[in-house]
């Protein structure tokens, strides 16, 4: 068994985060549309959440912004001239469509791709296959840029995989890691994949959107050869996508042997277990940390975004840290909970709240803003080091959002052709700083 750790690829979030409310099933972008964002606070709170990881001692890469307008998409739609004759028109004609063309929802990197580790595939590469995010139009079109960014990250074919993104239509919807999770015994052995989907390819359901098919994991889980016997396809409950669960992270996370869910998170939650354990045989002996609705309904896990937490393997601590955002620790329910499981012997040892609110108000937590790929030394140090962090290089990067970023910023404010501009400088001394230019 080769050795490999868990590295955490975080989204940088962009100077054009604002509050469209564009996430149809998704509360906390509708509560909050219109409100004032503050991107420069977003994109500081977003690095010192990797500060806080690079200092216990994990390796933390970083994924950069989009090109932001995407000036693609308003073409698509007919506008033409220059770049301010193209934003004055689509702010008159179709300030939606702008909404959606300077979203930086890119920032939440658990739906840039899905990754099956080395340990667990056919050709022994890692891949990756980037997500098509066709549910929503504003995250519809990240892929293509998405795609170019893994491609530069993962150049070295002979250890890498990257794939371009499934078919873009409501058959193949795919919303990426959000909808995966991997247990294991060992980060470096082999594993168990965990596909969660929210209808099948073909059936419509009615209420909020399921925005993962059963044909699009599948689809994936080919690709990325992953052997039958160790992979388990469980469709998440219709309840928990009504209740605001649009992805499944908002209601379940593992990592190795350990998988931390809430009581409404699937289906049928018994075969799920029993799929998993079977699955597991002779690899880890699953541990399930079920939360049942009596002691945290599922309204609140969603409010407070316990289960959208990193989960993870502290330098020098024997049990599972949960990295949760600080809305758990102010929701009763959730704060009791954490206090009453680390309190017993369970995986989880301990919970550690961080600040990433802006981003929570378009309902996005820690885990979230994160894209996991589990890596072996050899693979790490063939991937592209300009984007694997330490100190320096984040107080670089803070610099340059210090400078470049708004603090505050209304969808009115994407009529300004002034900001396009200012997008583009910020984005471009972020690769620089990266060594990422060819991507400009
Ligand atoms: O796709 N929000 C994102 C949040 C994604 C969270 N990711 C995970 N759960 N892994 C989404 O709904 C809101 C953007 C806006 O309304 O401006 C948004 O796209």
Same mark, same amino acid.
């Given at each position: 068994?080769?050795?490999?750790?868990?590295?955490?690829?975080? $989204?940088?979030?962009?100077?054009?985060?604002?509050?469209?409310?564009?996430?149809?099933?998704?509360?906390?972008?509708?509560?909050?549309? *219109?409100?004032?964002?503050?991107?420069?606070?977003?994109?500081?709170?977003?690095?010192?959440? =990797?500060?806080?990881?690079?200092?216990?001692?994990?390796?933390?890469?970083?994924?950069?912004?989009?090109?932001?307008? &995407?000036?693609?998409?308003?073409?698509?739609?007919?506008?033409? *001239?220059?770049?301010?004759?193209?934003?004055?028109?689509?702010?008159?004609?179709?300030?939606?469509?702008?909404?959606?063309?300077?979203?930086?929802?890119?920032?939440?990197?658990?739906?840039?791709?899905?990754?099956?580790?080395?340990?667990?595939?056919?050709?022994?590469?890692?891949?990756?296959?980037?997500?098509?995010?066709?549910?929503?139009?504003?995250?519809?079109? /990240?892929?293509?840029?998405?795609?170019?960014?893994?491609?530069?990250?993962?150049?070295?074919?002979?250890?890498? $995989?990257?794939?371009?993104?499934?078919?873009?239509?409501?058959?193949?919807?795919?919303?990426?890691?959000? &909808?995966?999770?991997?247990?294991?015994? !060992?980060?470096?052995?082999? *594993?168990?994949?965990?596909?969660?989907?929210?209808?099948?390819?073909?059936?419509?359901?009615?209420?909020?959107?399921?925005?993962?098919?059963?044909?699009?994991?599948?689809?994936?889980?080919?690709?990325?050869?992953?052997?039958?016997?160790?992979?388990?396809?469980?469709?998440?409950?219709?309840?928990?996508? !009504?209740?605001?669960?649009?992805?499944?992270?908002?209601?379940?996370?593992?990592?190795?042997?350990?998988?931390?869910?809430?009581?409404?998170?699937? !289906?049928?939650?018994?075969?799920?277990?029993?799929?998993?354990?079977?699955?597991?045989?002779?690899?880890?002996?699953?541990?399930?940390?079920?939360?049942?609705?009596?002691?945290?309904?599922?309204?609140?896990?969603?409010?407070?975004?316990?289960?959208?937490?990193?989960?993870?393997?502290?330098?020098?601590?024997?049990?599972?840290?949960?990295?949760?955002? =600080? !809305?758990?620790?102010?929701?009763?329910?959730?704060?009791?909970?954490?206090?009453?499981?680390?309190?017993?012997?369970?995986?989880?040892?301990?919970?550690?709240?961080?600040?990433?609110?802006?981003?929570?108000?378009?309902? *996005?937590?820690?885990?979230?803003?994160?894209?996991?790929?589990?890596?072996?030394?050899?693979?790490?140090?063939?991937?592209?080091?300009?984007?694997?962090?330490? /100190?320096?290089?984040?107080?670089?990067?803070?610099?340059?959002?210090?400078?470049?970023?708004?603090?505050?910023?209304?969808?009115?404010?994407?009529?300004?052709?002034?900001?396009?501009?200012?997008?583009?400088?910020?984005?471009?001394?972020?690769?620089?700083?990266?060594?990422?230019?060819?991507?400009?």
């Amino acid at each position: 068994m080769s050795t490999a750790r868990e590295v955490n690829f975080d $989204g940088l979030i962009g100077p054009s985060h604002n509050y469209g409310g564009m996430s149809a099933g998704n509360l906390a972008s509708a509560k909050n549309e *219109g409100d004032l964002s503050n991107p420069r606070e977003a994109a500081l709170q977003g690095l010192e959440k =990797m500060r806080l990881l690079v200092r216990a001692g994990f390796t933390q890469g970083i994924l950069p912004p989009l090109p932001r307008p &995407n000036f693609d998409l308003l073409v698509s739609a007919g506008f033409g *001239g220059s770049d301010a004759e193209i934003i004055e028109a689509a702010a008159k004609q179709a300030p939606q469509l702008l909404k959606a063309a300077y979203s930086a929802s890119s920032m939440w990197a658990a739906n840039a791709a899905t990754v099956s580790p080395s340990a667990d595939t056919g050709d022994g590469r890692l891949h990756l296959t980037a997500t098509n995010l066709s549910t929503m139009l504003h995250r519809s079109t /990240e892929h293509p840029d998405t795609t170019a960014t893994l491609l530069s990250i993962f150049e070295d074919e002979g250890r890498f $995989g990257v794939h371009g993104a499934l078919p873009a239509h409501a058959d193949f919807a795919d919303e990426g890691a959000a &909808n995966h999770v991997r247990l294991c015994g !060992e980060h470096g052995g082999p *594993g168990v994949e965990l596909f969660v989907y929210g209808r099948e390819a073909g059936e419509s359901t009615v209420g909020f959107p399921a925005r993962q098919t059963r044909l699009a994991s599948e689809s994936i889980a080919r690709a990325h050869h992953l052997a039958p016997d160790h992979t388990v396809f469980a469709r998440q409950a219709r309840a928990a996508i !009504e209740a605001g669960a649009f992805h499944n992270d908002v209601v379940c996370v593992g990592t190795l042997d350990t998988l931390f869910f809430h009581e409404l998170a699937f !289906e049928d939650t018994k075969a799920t277990l029993a799929a998993v354990r079977r699955a597991g045989e002779g690899r880890f002996e699953l541990k399930p940390v079920m939360v049942p609705q009596a002691e945290v309904p599922v309204e609140d896990a969603i409010t407070s975004y316990l289960f959208n937490s990193q989960l993870l393997q502290w330098p020098g601590e024997d049990r599972l840290v949960l990295l949760a955002p =600080m !809305e758990t620790q102010e929701t009763e329910s959730t704060r009791r909970f954490c206090e009453r499981m680390v309190a017993g012997n369970g995986p989880i040892g301990r919970v550690q709240y961080v600040d990433v609110r802006q981003s929570m108000r378009n309902g *996005g937590g820690p885990a979230c803003l994160r894209l996991r790929v589990v890596m072996t030394d050899e693979e790490i140090s063939s991937a592209h080091q300009g984007v694997m962090l330490d /100190e320096a290089k984040i107080d670089a990067l803070q610099d340059i959002v210090s400078r470049t970023y708004r603090d505050r910023l209304s969808p009115a404010d994407l009529a300004d052709p002034a900001l396009a501009s200012e997008c583009r400088i910020a984005r471009e001394a972020l690769l620089e700083a990266l060594d990422l230019s060819g991507l400009i």
